[in-house]
């Protein structure tokens, strides 16, 4: 699940509040406290939006823009 965020130069952002184990988000390395800021390059505006994007992606991997800490990565989860 996630919340908004509002993270310097950046509009939205969503902040991961918890991570169930056996979801693809815990397999790729997300943890509480990561905050996404793009799903395959695109703003995430709102978690039904992420959501959305998720259930359209299924059975495929997609890139999430992921802000940990001050460290920023890409990550690649593959949507089951």
Excluded: Y
């Amino acid at each position: 699940h996630g919340d908004q965020a509002n993270i310097a130069g950046t509009e939205v952002a969503l902040l991961l509040t918890s991570i169930a184990p056996p979801s693809a988000a815990h397999r790729a390395g997300l943890g509480v406290g990561d905050v996404l800021l793009r799903f395959e390059g695109e703003p995430l505006l709102e978690v039904r939006d992420l959501q959305r994007k998720l259930m359209r992606a299924g059975g495929q991997s997609i890139k999430l823009d992921v802000l940990r800490g001050v460290d920023h990565r890409v990550v690649e989860v593959f949507v089951d």
